[in-house]
């Protein structure tokens, strides 16, 4: 509520205790934010704002916090030095991070970070064990999906398991017992939130979507 701002404890407390008494963890958290922005002012009220939300998280139990690269174009300026401030910004969110023991996930969107190479880039130059991939499979667009899971599995923190998925930027029906096997086969043994996109009655397709993961994890 009144996001970006953040809301008073006693509204945040209020939520930790429903999700208590209803037995319900929370798996996570987001905030969104831009790393690719030029201007190094604006560039260091994103990571403000990252900051933020990562007491917010701490404060309401979310492991992790969901953080974006960016989708600013830069035409003029080259992907390494964009990549060289982004490495600075991330850094300085994963230490604060650490300091409240809230792990960082970089989620994969189909902006900045298109395809596992990026990732294991990204992640490999902060080497930190506060620092990990939502590893949204629904934006790994480029090449062959289940090789790009494959890649970025060990990196990952959390998920983003989605309906429709693309191949080669082709879209296609998620084969959810080849994505369920691909996370069987690694050493990932955290949480799999679920997410639907387009048209229809959420509640309808989140049901039929969590019916099928559920099946596959069997």
Known sequence: ?????VPPDEYLFAIKRKAF??????????????????????????????????????????PVIRIFTGKEKN???????VTAWMLKDIQTCVGYGKEHGVVIG???HNDFIQTASQVVNIIEAINSEW??????????????????INRAIKYAVSWQIKEKVFINCQEFVTDINKVVD?????????????????EGDPKTKVTALLAKLQQALK
């Open 182 to 198: 691909i996370i069987k086969a690694s050493s990932y043994r955290g949480y799999l939130p679920i997410e639907t996109l387009g």
């Open 106 to 108: 970089i989620q994969n």
């Open 131 to 148: 620092l990990g991939l939502i590893l949204d499979i629904g934006s790994f667009r480029q090449l062959n999906l289940y090789e790009e």
């Open 21 to 62: 008494r209803l037995g319900l963890e929370i798996s996570g958290t987001g905030v969104r934010n831009d790393f690719t922005i030029a201007d190094d002012a604006k560039r260091g009220l994103e990571v403000m704002r990252v900051k933020n939300w990562i007491e917010v998280a701490a404060k309401i139990g979310a």
């Open 75 to 81: 035409d003029s300026i080259s992907r390494e030095q």
């Open 1 to 5: 509520k009144g996001y970006p701002e």
